[in-house]
């Protein structure tokens, strides 16, 4: 069975410096997809940034990108110039391409933002 | 468009009591799923459905019953509460083929 691991329940970064968040994740599939979704306080959970793992380029949306190693099985998100709205807790999800019904999410990373 | 409409956003029950939470989406999305949320321990599937007439059991179903009579509409039901079900709740939708996922906007129960 996949799984997926955040090891930082939480972390905090200065507000306008740079915070990257660990994912690590178990597969024995070859085609899957990656995801970071963040829910703030509000509750609302907002997908952030996808990465299908046939694609060798990282994704990038904005301020946000990931380093993913597909060897390593490693998928980080990094937030460049963190904004108070930042603040949130982000969520590491895995999806297979071949089951498309379960998206299996890790534990979760609380960022904090200092001003 | 209003997405993803999950109701109540708070409920309250005692032990052994029974209840539906609604969830409904207007966007004909044929995948639509339950998932519970508990600190330290992410969010966990109970139940998704990929269409009409059609469900089947995620990570942790026990204590949940789900039907999908209408492509809008998948309600969970808790037959008969626990303390332990105590938790955040969240329906999600996505069209089929696409991988991301429109949440609801949760609902917080708690269980006496």
């Known amino acids: 069975a996949q799984t997926v691991t955040q090891s930082q329940p939480e972390m905090s970064v200065q507000e306008a410096e740079t915070v990257t968040l660990s994912c690590t994740y178990d597969?024995?599939?070859?085609?899957?997809?990656l995801f970071w979704y963040k829910q703030p306080p509000s509750r609302q959970m907002i997908l952030v940034i996808r990465?299908?793992?046939?694609?060798?380029q990282n994704a990038t949306e904005n301020r946000f990108s990931v380093n993913f190693q597909k060897a390593a099985k490693s998928f980080s998100l990094k937030i460049s110039d963190s904004q108070l709205g930042d603040a949130a807790m982000y969520f590491c999800?895995?999806?297979?391409?071949?089951?498309?019904?379960?998206?299996?999410f890790g534990k979760g990373t609380r960022l904090h933002i200092l001003p | 468009n209003a997405g993803v409409t999950q109701t109540p956003k708070f409920q309250v029950l005692k032990t052994g009591q029974s209840m539906t939470l609604q969830c409904a989406q207007d966007?004909?999305?044929?995948?639509m799923s339950w998932y519970r949320q508990d600190p330290g321990m992410g969010l966990r599937l109970i139940h998704y459905?990929?269409?009409?007439?059609?469900?089947d059991q995620g990570e942790v179903p026990n204590g949940y019953n789900v039907s999908r009579s209408t492509t809008e509409d998948f309600p969970l039901r808790l037959l008969s509460a626990a303390p332990s079900q105590t938790s955040v709740y969240f329906c999600?939708?996505?069209?089929?083929?696409?991988?991301?996922?429109?949440f609801g906007s949760g609902t917080q129960l708690s269980v006496l």
């Open positions: 999600a939708s996505r069209p089929t083929g696409n991988e991301k996922l429109f």
């Open positions: 597969t024995s599939e070859s085609d899957y997809y």
């Open positions: 990465q299908e793992a046939y694609k060798q």
């Open positions: 999800a895995y999806r297979s391409a071949w089951a498309e019904d379960k998206i299996i």
């Open positions: 966007m004909n999305h044929e995948y």
């Open positions: 459905s990929v269409g009409a007439g059609i469900t």
